[in-house]
């Protein structure tokens, strides 16, 4: 069983920077592979950003490349999302979520375990 605590979230200025984080409860949390999604009002959950067991393969959505940089700490058991030069548009809730496996998932269908979720507003 793996459980995911975020925090992080918070009111920032378009422009402005936030770093997320998201401590995992698992025996072996270096073989997870870990994910940043969100949720906007009205729309589906998206994926942002996932790393792999060692850090070593990322992928980012078309919208954040750039911006934004997922890393992990498996001795600390955690997976951060650094968000640079934010925009309105990044105004969500944002998850993180982990899936037993060595391989890199990207979808939503994908993962097997999701936290509560913590809230991005960026103000204009």
């Known amino acids: 069983q793996v459980q995911l605590v975020e925090s992080g979230g918070g009111l920032v200025q378009a422009g402005g920077s936030l770093k997320l984080s998201c401590v995992a409860t698992?025996?072996?949390?270096?073989?997870?592979?870990m994910g940043w999604f969100r949720q906007a009002p009205g729309k589906e959950r998206e994926s942002v950003a996932t790393?792999?067991?060692?850090?070593?393969?990322?992928k980012y959505a078309d919208s954040v490349n750039g911006r934004f940089i997922i890393s992990r700490d498996n001795a600390k058991k955690t997976v951060y999302l650094q968000m640079n030069s934010l925009k309105p548009e990044d105004t969500a809730v944002y998850y993180c979520?982990?899936?037993?496996?060595?391989?890199?998932?990207?979808?939503?269908?994908?993962?097997?375990?999701w936290g509560q979720g913590t809230q991005v507003t960026v103000s204009s």
């Open positions: 979520a982990a899936e037993s496996t060595y391989g890199s998932r990207w979808y939503t269908s994908e993962y097997s375990y």
């Open positions: 698992a025996r072996t949390f270096s073989s997870l592979s």
């Open positions: 790393i792999n067991w060692s850090g070593g393969s990322t």
